[in-house]
Each structure stands twice: as structure tokens, then as C-alpha cells.
């Protein structure tokens, strides 16, 4: 059996860090211990009824088992673009200025292999969600990680970006609230990130997959909300956390014509758009009542309530958590954020993201996901405190 050699710009993609980890989950689940995934990503929720109902009732329309247009259906470009009106007072073309995307993890891939050179610089979030790194090792580019500090309550320094990576950047990924740290971005500071793009014409990637989950009675801001901010950059929103729908793999684009051109070039060679009965249901998501992802924003309102005093009255120290789905918790002292999260699955059973795997920035914590029950988070509380009592 002939083995075959990759080629170079696979051989560069980063290891799968997560799912090392999700092995090593396995091998405790089969050793037989009672394992808490708090470190996984997936939204724990069913899709709403009425949006289910919805790719039903499409899935018998001859008119989506052919091939999709090629860009997408009018219907559903339109009913994005209503929905950013409707959210965030934005308008938004849906003839030039909205790209669909099967999923936006595709999406943030495609970015850097439409817009990175080798030799060219991404200035990516550390820590940070680790697919932006995927698209931009594969072209060959560099990154230039900005690092996240809870001093500078985990929004980039770009004071502390040289000269000589300011010339070189061509994109810039940016995502709030923040997966992993739970921060939210303020209108200071996307303000000043587009008077940076514009000066150093670099463009803004920014990533709203939890611009649905703000909590405190803050709605996240959409980076399209400031003024400016469709001359140098687009925003990727995903149904995934919103909707529930990670798993019917539909996010798209909006914001600067260029970009969603390259964008919309790129897939011409990659797909043939996405399954019209999923555009519908997407489109049918977008123009309902938004009474379920109100819901959803107060569920995990509630478990971030829980979890977070949960653990800081058993003496842990969490990061203040604004937005999105996670917490973000300070190991204690003596441990990197491997060892921590390698104890606790050893002693207790409960399975965290060390925070390095994001980004070296990350070292010092671990990611909790609160998308588990209540239930299951009162159970990790009490396990998390006997750890600590052990010490
Ligand atoms: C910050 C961030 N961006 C993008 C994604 C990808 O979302 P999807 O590919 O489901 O649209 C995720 C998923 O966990 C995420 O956390």
C-alpha cells in the first residue's frame, strides 16, 4: 500500500490540539471514569421547533433538490440583510454586501486563502479561536498573535504591534464576545480598530459567533454597527450559536463588496452553495421572533450565575464573563493549565480546555463551557471544590 505524501501546505496545518484532547477524554471514559465534558463547544440545545418545521416543509420543494445558485438564494441574502436592520440598525446590500458560507469555520479558513500571501501577516487574537490559524498556515503566511490580557480586559494592545508587523498585516481576526475569555468589545474599541485598519489597510475579520449571548442586559455589539467599519473589514455570523444549528452547518458574511466578492469566488471553485431547504430554514431563523434566542441568552445568563459563584465561593477566581458561552478561570497557583486540567480529569473526572491550547497567552487558565445543564454544573461546582479542598 502506497503511503502518500502530503503536500507542503498540509504538512503546516496546526495540530488539532482539541482533538488530542477528545482522545484523551475517551481513554478515561473507557477506563470507566465519570467524566463532565465542560470543555467542548457544542451548543447542549435542540434547534427550535418552528425552524425545524421549516427545512421539513423545504425538504419536499423540488425546486432546492437541484443545485442552489451558485452564490445563494435572493430570499435568503435578503432576509440577512433585514435581520441586521432589524438587530442593529445596519444596512446591508444583499446583492454585494452578504457572502453565504457552509458554516463560518470554512468561512475564516477561506479569509486568509483569499487574502494572504506568504511572507504576509495576520494579526490573529491570543488566545483565540484555533481555526483562524488553519487558513493562515496553509498559504504560508505568518501570524502575529495579539494577546489578549485581563489587564487591558482581553481587547488587543495595538500600541504594542511593531512597525514592521503593521506593514506586513494584511488581515486581522478579532471575535466578541470572546471565545475563550467572555469578553465584549466596546464601541472605543472597535473605533479604534477601524482608525488602525484604515491607516495600515489591513482587513477586519471579525467573528460575532456569540452575538446573540450578552448578558447583564447588554446587547454584544455587531463591528457593522460603526461607522466606517463596512470601508475595511466584514463580519462573520454563524446560526450556529444563535439558532442552535451548529450542526445544519450555515454562517455567512456581511460587510466590505471586495470581500465578500473574493469570498464568493473562492466558493464558486469549493461548492455549489448549501442546500436550499437550509437556506430557507436559515432565512425562516432570521425573520421569526426572536423570543428563543432572548431564551437561550437568559439560559446561560443562569449558568454563568451559577457556575461562576459557584466557583469562586469554593476560593477559584473566574474572569468576568460579559458574553458568549464560556468562563474563563484562573488555574490556581503551582499549576500550568495543562496540569490543572490534566489533574482535575485524573482526580475528579471533569474534562476543561486548557486555556494554551488557544494561544500561549492562554497559559494561566482553563475554558469552561456553560453550554451543560444546571444540573451539570452543580455537579462540576462540588467537584471542582473537592479538588481544592484536597490541597
Ligand atoms: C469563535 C468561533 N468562531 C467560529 C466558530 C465556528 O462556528 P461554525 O463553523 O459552526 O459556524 C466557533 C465554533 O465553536 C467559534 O467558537
Given amino acids: 500500500m502506497v503511503n502518500f505524501e502530503t503536500s507542503q501546505a498540509l504538512k503546516r496545518l496546526p495540530d488539532q490540539f482539541f482533538a488530542t484532547l477528545i482522545d484523551k477524554l475517551n481513554v478515561y471514559k473507557e477506563r470507566g471514569y465519570d467524566t463532565l465534558n465542560l470543555g467542548q463547544g457544542n451548543p447542549d440545545q435542540p434547534t427550535p421547533s418552528h425552524i425545524v418545521e421549516s427545512l421539513k416543509d423545504a425538504a419536499e420543494n423540488p425546486e432546492y433538490h437541484m443545485y442552489p445558485p451558485f452564490h445563494g438564494f435572493e430570499f435568503f441574502k435578503e432576509a440577512i440583510s433585514e435581520f441586521y436592520k432589524k438587530e442593529y440598525d445596519v444596512e446591508i446590500d444583499p446583492k454585494t454586501e452578504v457572502a453565504i458560507m457552509p458554516g463560518s469555520k470554512t468561512g475564516l479558513v477561506e479569509l486568509s486563502q483569499c487574502f494572504l500571501d506568504p511572507g504576509d501577516i495576520a494579526l490573529v487574537p491570543d488566545p483565540g479561536y484555533p481555526d483562524y490559524w488553519s487558513g493562515i498556515e496553509m498559504v504560508g503566511a505568518e501570524m502575529k498573535p495579539m494577546p489578549l490580557l485581563s489587564e487591558n480586559e ?76 463596512k470601508d475595511v473589514g466584514v463580519e462573520v ?7 442552535n444549528m451548529a450542526g445544519w452547518r450555515v454562517a455567512f458574511a456581511v460587510g466590505n ?46 449558568r454563568r450565575d451559577l457556575l461562576v459563584s ?36 485524573e482526580e475528579t473526572g471533569l474534562f476543561v480546555a486548557p486555556g494554551v491550547g488557544f494561544g500561549a497567552s492562554g497559559e494561566g487558565y482553563v475554558r469552561i463551557g456553560l453550554n451543560n445543564s444546571e444540573e451539570t454544573l452543580k455537579d462540576a461546582v462540588s467537584r471542582f471544590r473537592d479538588f481544592k479542598e484536597k490541597r
Fill in 154 to 229: 482581553f481587547l488587543p494592545d495595538y500600541d504594542m504591534i511593531d512597525k514592521e508587523s503593521w506593514e506586513k498585516a494584511k488581515l486581522m481576526f478579532l471575535n466578541y464576545p470572546n471565545n475563550p475569555t467572555g469578553a465584549v468589545a466596546d464601541a472605543e474599541f472597535f473605533e479604534r480598530t477601524i482608525q488602525e485598519a484604515e491607516k495600515h489597510e489591513v482587513c477586519v475579520v471579525h467573528d460575532f459567533a456569540y452575538g446573540a449571548i450578552g448578558f447583564d442586559g447588554q446587547k454584544p455589539l455587531s463591528f457593522m454597527q460603526m461607522e466606517g467599519a
Fill in 237 to 243: 455570523y454563524t446560526m450556529s450559536k444563535t439558532y
Fill in 257 to 302: 463588496p471586495s470581500v465578500i466578492k473574493a469570498l464568493e469566488l473562492i466558493q464558486d471553485h469549493y461548492f455549489c452553495s448549501i442546500f436550499g431547504g437550509l437556506q430557507k430554514a436559515s432565512a425562516t431563523a432570521l425573520l421569526s421572533s426572536q423570543q428563543c434566542v432572548t431564551e437561550l441568552a437568559d439560559t446561560y445568563e443562569r
Fill in 310 to 345: 459557584g466557583l469562586e465561593e469554593a476560593g477559584y477566581h473566574v474572569e468576568p464573563c460579559k458574553g458568549s458561552f464560556f468562563a474563563w478561570l484562573r488555574v490556581p497557583e503551582g499549576y500550568t493549565s495543562q496540569s490543572f486540567a490534566d489533574d482535575l480529569l
